[in-house]
């Protein structure tokens, strides 16, 4: 998990793009990180080259603000054949609810993982993922209310049909993303990380760094404001990301 989930190429003004050969580019020789369309594009590619069977399919996120999913496939994952069993493998939906390891697809099934238990649900050609959380302990009492701390014990993250989805389903999606004022990703600059007990995010100008408990059923929170000066310093220390200035707007 040392690939950083960001959108920052878009807060730069520079372009996201599914061409691979420049996914790669961006990702490996650049030592960046990327949204679901580029991690889970180059990983889909990993799995090609070492001989894995695997499926590309779409999947709708579910919207908070309107609790439904959007009527889009907005997320990238794949299908993953292991030993002759399917599985989930999602490298990059980020932050709290980033899968470490292949889920089984297996309906109804608790699967505990670092950042909580996940679980698959079926309702005839529909497959839904829904995480259950721990209690989040917030160090800093400024931020007790911030909206960037997802309270919900369960969260339904996305759905999705079993249908092979190649590339070129994505490109519609991946522009309407990085354009329409409507979207999460141009709103604000997103990047996070994971580690070995938790995960770093930086989330506008906002920094986060949460420690996974799951012996004590909760999760520590460290939050601070990141001054506009120093916020592509805490890039290359937190992330080792090299990018342009971010925009002061977000």
């Known amino acids: 998990m040392s690939v950083p989930f960001e959108n920052l190429s878009i807060h730069c003004g520079e372009r996201n793009t599914m061409d691979l ?8 020789r650049n030592r960046r990180g990327g949204w679901c369309c580029e991690n889970n594009q180059l990983f889909s590619w990993v799995l090609r080259e070492m001989g894995y069977k695997y499926t590309t399919l779409g999947c ?6 309107k609790n439904d999913f959007n009527p889009f496939n907005s997320h990238l994952i794949n299908l993953v054949e292991i030993e002759g069993k399917p599985y989930i493998a999602d490298v990059s939906f980020g932050v709290s609810c980033q899968i470490w390891h292949p889920l089984e697809m297996i309906p109804g099934k608790d699967q505990e993982q670092p950042a ?13 993922l829904e995480k259950t959380a721990r209690k989040p302990l917030i160090r800093n009492e400024a931020f007790a209310s911030s909206s960037l701390v997802d309270k919900r014990v369960t969260k339904t993250m996305y759905s999705f049909l079993l249908i092979p989805r190649a ?15 409507e979207s999460l990703f141009t709103q604000k600059s997103i990047c996070s990380l994971q580690t070995p007990t938790g995960f770093r995010a930086l989330i506008g100008w906002t920094y986060s760094e949460i420690t996974f408990k799951p012996e004590e ?13 120093r916020a592509n310093v805490w890039q290359k220390t937190h992330y ?5 200035k971010r925009d002061k707007s977000e």
């Open 167 to 181: 590339i070129d389903h994505f490109m519609n999606t991946s522009e309407y993303l990085q354009t329409s004022p």
């Open 21 to 28: 050969q420049i996914v790669y580019e961006k990702i490996v």
């Open 240 to 244: 080792r990301i090299p990018v342009s």
């Open 60 to 65: 709708k996120v579910f919207n908070t603000l």
């Open 116 to 128: 909580g238990i996940f679980c698959l649900l079926n309702d005839g050609e529909t497959w839904t």
């Open 217 to 229: 059923d909760r999760d520590i929170i460290e939050m601070r404001d990141v001054a506009d000066n």
